[in-house]
T-cell receptor, first 115, second 113 residues
Framework: DTGVSQDPRHKITKRGQNVTFRCDPI?????LYWYRQTLGQGPEFLTY????????KSRLLSDRFSAERPKGSFSTLEIQRTEQGDSAMYLC?????????????FGPGTRLTVL | AQSVTQLGSHVSVSEGALVLLRCNYS??????LFWYVQYPNQGLQLLLK??????LVKGINGFEAEFKKSETSFHLTKPSAHMSDAAEYFC???????????FGTGTKLQVIP
């Protein structure tokens, strides 16, 4: 399967712990996005990479959140000192630079539960 | 600034009936518009997209949507609902050269046998 993959699919952690999620985009895609989706809401943009450069971060991305894409391929999203409000589905998407249609392909998501 | 409003968080239709999911957008520049579908515990799958070509866009699984600039709408339709269409549907907008996509809050479609 050559789609976007995310690992783990589910993560349960205690408040205050750190967690890290991984996203592997479609191999030729140079753009990678992270979104957060809470129950009853649509995905909310967190951050976006073009190759290894992080080009924008949402105000939703507090100082406890950090994302990297060191070699322009896979990306990690780390949450430090997790809080119960961080419980959500974290979605990764990727796309290929083109004329601007911006069709993003989504992974299955990582569901985080903070106890 | 860009935004999307989906009218109706839940829609129920009978199997075989018309599906109509409403979406209105706001964008300061000509938008790109998308409909995505999400099945439980899965990521989002693109149903169709409007990119300033034809105003009537056909997508997968028999869905289509019509871009109406005067009404700032991009409603999703399907002539005959199947049980397998039960899912959550998200309308989304992207505008300008920037890649940020803004999603609506979603509409859960229930199909009644």
């Amino acid at each position: 399967d050559t789609g976007v993959s995310q690992d783990p699919r589910h993560k349960i952690t205690k408040r205050g712990q750190n967690v890290t999620f991984r996203c592997d985009p479609i191999s030729e895609h140079n753009r990678l996005y992270w979104y957060r989706q809470t129950l009853g809401q649509g995905p909310e943009f967190l951050t976006y990479f073009q190759n290894e450069a992080q080009l924008e971060k949402s105000r939703l991305l507090s100082d406890r959140f950090s994302a990297e894409r060191p070699k322009g391929s896979f990306s990690t999203l780390e949450i430090q000192r997790t809080e119960q409000g961080d419980s959500a589905m974290y979605l990764c998407a990727s796309s290929l630079t083109d004329s601007g249609h911006n069709e993003q392909f989504f992974g299955p998501g990582t569901r985080l539960t903070v106890l | 600034a860009q935004s999307v409003t989906q009218l109706g968080s839940h829609v129920s239709v009978s199997e075989g009936a018309l599906v109509l999911l409403r979406c209105n957008y706001s964008s300061s520049v000509p938008p790109y518009l998308f409909w995505y579908v999400q099945y439980p515990n899965q990521g989002l799958q693109l149903l169709l997209k409007y990119t300033s070509a034809a105003t009537l866009v056909k997508g997968i699984n028999g869905f289509e949507a019509e871009f109406k600039k005067s009404e700032t709408s991009f409603h999703l339709t399907k002539p005959s609902a199947h049980m397998s269409d039960a899912a959550e549907y998200f309308c989304a907008v992207a505008s300008g050269g920037y890649q940020k996509v803004t999603f609506g809050t979603g509409t859960k479609l229930q199909v009644i046998p």
